[in-house]
């Protein structure tokens, strides 16, 4: 009996197992979902994101705007953004929103940190109505932790549009260029400004936080 039970576990189960994901190919992939967002150059929010647990990939692309095949050179119209794709059994869109949070500048219409222009300019792009719902409220939880009025948060919450890979030199460019990267991302001042905003919540994905009272 127990070399039975040996064997139905070791070569019976995982031939079952395969093939009932076979017969129902969605159910392997219902929890793998994507969300967009901008937030000033896309090489440093590709980096902040990408190894949050869950996130399988991010990568760096063009959107929000009309114009067919965007490039570096010529994006007029969209933002810098980046598209993550992401386990939902793992990590759920509200983590990933307070991570967003938490690496730009929501008080900066104009771009992001050293960054000006309209192509940096913050914005989530919601995928579907739950994500939409979710990051509208979040802006009163960022307004809570930041102690600022909601009017004063500057990121939009669009609804997403086509996005356009960017061209193969900007993905992971961090890691393939760390040189560079790290430079351009001190004097940027990027983790500066974040670290004035956000204090030691900068950078991270911690549930929301309300302002210590004032005695």
């Known amino acids: 009996m127990k070399h039975f039970l040996l064997l139905l576990k070791s070569y019976f189960l995982p031939i079952i197992l395969s093939s009932f994901l076979f017969s129902f190919p969605g159910l392997l992939y219902a929890s793998q979902q994507e969300a967009?967002?901008?937030?000033?150059?896309?090489?440093?929010?590709?980096?902040?994101?990408?190894?949050?647990?869950?996130?399988?990939?991010?990568?760096?692309?063009y959107t929000g705007g009309d114009l067919p095949s965007p490039t570096y050179r010529n994006h007029q119209g969209h933002q810098e953004a980046v598209i993550l794709h992401f386990d939902s059994a793992k990590i759920n869109y509200e983590k990933l929103l307070r991570s967003f949070w938490r690496n730009v500048d929501p008080l900066d219409q104009g771009g992001q940190f050293c960054d000006k222009g309209d192509s940096y300019r913050p914005v989530i792009f919601a995928i579907g109505e739950s994500q939409k719902s979710d990051a509208i409220q979040s802006i009163d939880l960022v307004a809570e932790e930041l102690d600022k009025p909601?009017?004063?948060?500057?990121?939009?919450?669009?609804?997403?549009?086509?996005?356009?890979?960017?061209?193969?030199?900007?993905?992971?460019?961090?890691?393939?260029n760390r040189l560079k990267y790290n430079f351009y991302?001190?004097?940027?001042?990027?983790?500066?400004?974040?670290?004035?905003?956000?204090?030691?919540?900068?950078?991270?994905s911690s549930e929301w936080q309300k302002p210590k009272v004032k005695l």
């Open 36 to 61: 967009i967002f901008a937030g000033g150059c896309f090489w440093c929010l590709e980096h902040d994101l990408e190894d949050l647990k869950g996130v399988s990939s991010v990568e760096s692309g």
């Open 150 to 176: 909601a009017n004063s948060l500057k990121v939009e919450i669009a609804d997403a549009k086509k996005f356009w890979l960017a061209e193969d030199y900007h993905q992971d460019f961090a890691q393939r």
């Open 185 to 204: 991302r001190l004097s940027c001042g990027r983790d500066s400004r974040l670290d004035e905003l956000w204090g030691e919540r900068a950078r991270t």
